[in-house]
């Protein structure tokens, strides 16, 4: 199986180790599967045929072609045991937790988070914020309750925990996990895989090879 997945040449450092190409070098890192990784420099005509946002990460192999992050990691759950146990109920608890961090938590975590880049300065982000955070910590509290003290969602690692991990991930700075010592502890946990280390490291160090003169 000839696997291919695209992730940019070079970002600006505040997205340097957060660009959503990670999720698809860290399943490919706990599979044990080898890839090849496609560099794009932006998003032409010519790649929009493949990801039609013109997005990172866009993904190939002998069978199928495609696009988005948690569809991609689904894909990849798939094909390997480290990702998924292969009983189609457990599969699909999987998959369920990939579609949570995506539609559930992640649009509350980018709402606030923008509210601090995009619009930083803007008037009315102060106005917007207390609700921003109220739904998110309303979403992280149901989170919190349904981890409970496992060390991942379905007690052993899966592909939804890739892809919740890394929507966390994107709270540290901000300290609001704090509020949620489970979540904070399945997080770090998550993060000192072997296989994120990897991923992280690979990607930051196509930037550093390719930093603009
Ligand atoms: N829902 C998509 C989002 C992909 C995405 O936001 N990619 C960003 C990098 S993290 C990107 O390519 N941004 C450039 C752009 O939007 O033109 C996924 O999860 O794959």
Do not use: C
């Amino acid at each position: 199986m000839t696997i291919q997945f695209t992730a940019f040449r070079w970002v600006p450092p505040f997205a340097q180790g957060f660009v959503r190409d990670l999720r698809i070098r860290w399943a490919l890192e706990e599979a044990g599967l080898p890839y090849q990784v496609v560099l794009i420099d932006g998003n032409t005509e010519n790649y929009r045929q493949w990801q039609p946002f013109g997005q990172v990460p866009a993904y190939r192999d002998d069978e199928v072609e495609m696009f988005e992050s948690g569809a991609i990691v689904l894909r990849l759950a798939g094909m390997s045991e480290a990702l998924a146990p292969r009983d189609p109920a457990a599969l699909a608890r999987v998959s369920t937790w990939i579609f949570a961090a995506l539609n559930s938590i992640e649009p509350h975590t980018q709402n606030l988070l923008s509210l601090d880049s995009f619009y930083a300065g803007q008037p009315w982000t102060e106005g917007r914020r207390p609700s921003a955070k109220a739904l998110l910590d309303l979403r992280l509290t149901s989170l919190a309750n349904a981890l409970g003290d496992k060390d991942y969602l379905e007690g052993r690692f899966t592909a939804g925990d890739i892809v919740m991990a890394t929507v966390l991930r994107e709270l540290e700075e901000n300290g609001i996990l704090k509020a949620y010592p489970n979540l904070d502890a399945y997080r770090a946990r998550a993060l000192a895989r072997p296989a994120f280390a990897k991923a992280l490291e690979d990607q930051l160090a196509t930037f550093r090879e390719n930093e603009p003169a």
